[in-house]
C-alpha cells in the first residue's frame, strides 16, 4: 500500500498525473498514439528543409532532439499532454520562403530561427504571451477547437488522398479507387468500429492494423528496425552572424514569431477546450507551456532544425484520454526510441494516420456546443474563425480574422463593455499586419 501511494504521489509530482480521475494505461495508450499520429515529421522534415541545401541524415537527427527536449519540457513543467516538433508550414517558410525564394542560406535562416526562440523565452518571461490568450474571449477560444477539428480532418483526407487539388474547384473528391484511399477507407472504417464498441486503445490499434493491411497492397514498406543515427555536424550550430542586424533578418524574425506564436496558442486552447481543461478560460500552466515551445525552437536552432511548435495532432492523444504530462513523457520516449528505430517507425506509411487525424476532426467539434448561436456578437466571428482555419490552411489567420470581427462588430453595436483594451489593441496590431 505505501508503495503505491509513493508511485501515485511520484506520478503526480512529475506530470501532475491525477490518481482516481486518470489511468496510467491511458496515458501511455494516448501518448503512442499521438506519436504515431504525428511522427510524419520524422520522415518530411528532413524532406522539406533538404530542399533548402541542408543534409538530410542530420536534420533528422535534429527533427528528433528537438521534439525529445521540447517535449520533456512539456511533460515535466507544464505537466500537459501536449507534444512538440519542428512545425510544419514553419518548415515549408523556412526551405522555400526564406531560403529559395527570397534567396539566403540556411545558415540564414537557422539563425533566424534562433532569434525567434530567444525573443520568445523572453516573452514568455514577461508574460505577454499569456497575456495575448487571456484577451481572447471564450466564444472564440471554444471556437479555435472546432476550427482545428476541420482543418486536421481536412489534412488527414488530404494525406490519404481523399481530397485532391483541382484547378477548377480548388479541391475536389479524388480517386477513390485508387490503392491509398482504399487503405485510408479501410482504417477509417475499422477505427470507427472500435471507437463505437469503446475498445481500449482504439486508434492506435486502427492505426497498427490500418499499417497491417497496407503490407499486400503494397503501400506499407517493411524498412528494417534499427540504425544508428545519422551525424549532426553537417548543421550543428551552423548560424549567419554577419546578417543579424538587417532589414530582410528582421522580416523574417518577425514572420517567424507570428505564425509560431498564435499557431500555438490556438493548439493550445483548441485541445485544452476538447480535453476539459480550460479553468474560468484560462488554460493551466499556460506559461510552462509556452516556454516547452521557446526552448525547443532556441534548441532546434542549435541542433539544426527549423521552428518547433506544439502539434495540433496532441489532440488524438486527447481524445484517447490523455490529460498528464505522462502522455507528453511516452511521446518524448517514442521520438527519443525514434532515433534508433527509425527505419521501423518510418515504415508506418502516412496513410495509416489519416483515420484517426479525420475522427479526431469530429472529436475537436464538440466545444461548438459552447457556443450561443444565438448571439450573433458571438457566433458570426466564432463562425469566421472556424471556417476560416480550413480554408486559409492556417491556424493563426483564423484566430486573428475571428479575433478583428468580434472586436468590429461589438463595437459597431454598442458593446463596448465586452472588449478589454487589449482586445482593442489586438485587432488593431493584426489589421495593420495584413494593410502593410
Known sequence: MRLYKDKAFCLQKLFGFEVGKMNVRTEILAGI???????????????VLGQAGMDKGAVFTATALSSVVATLVMALWAK???????????????????????????????????????????????????????????????????????????????????????????????NITSRSPLLALAGLAITSVLLVKNVKGAMLIGIVLTTIIGIPMGITQYKGIMSLPPSLSPVFCQFDFENVFTGKMAITVFTLLFIDMFDTIGTLVGVSAKAGMLQNGKIPRVKEAFMADAIGTTFGALVGTSTVSTYVESASGVAQGGRSGLTSFVVALCFMAAILFSPLFLSIPGVATSPVLVLVGLFMLAPIKEIDLDDFSESIPAFICIITIPMAYSISDGIVLGLISYVLINLFCGKRRKLSVAMYLLALFFTLKYLI
Not at 499520429?37 to 524532406?47: C, D, F, G, H, Q
Not at 530561427?113 to 497575456?131: D, H, K, M, P, S
Not at 471556437?143 to 479541391?171: E, R, S
Open 80 to 174: 500537459l499532454p501536449f507534444a512538440l516538433a519542428p512545425g510544419m508550414g514553419l518548415n515549408a517558410f523556412f526551405a522555400f520562403t526564406v531560403c529559395l525564394a527570397m534567396g539566403n542560406s540556411w545558415q540564414f535562416a537557422l539563425t533566424a530561427v534562433l532569434i525567434e526562440g530567444i525573443l520568445f523565452i523572453v516573452l514568455t518571461l514577461t508574460n505577454l504571451r499569456e497575456a495575448i490568450v487571456n484577451a481572447i474571449p471564450m466564444s472564440l477560444k471554444n471556437a479555435i477547437g472546432a476550427g482545428i477539428g476541420l482543418f486536421i480532418a481536412f489534412i488527414g483526407l488530404q494525406n490519404a488522398g481523399i481530397v485532391t487539388h483541382n484547378d477548377a474547384t480548388l479541391v475536389s473528391l479524388g
Open 33 to 47: 498514439t499521438t506519436f504515431l499520429t504525428m511522427s510524419y515529421i520524422l520522415a518530411v522534415n528532413p524532406e
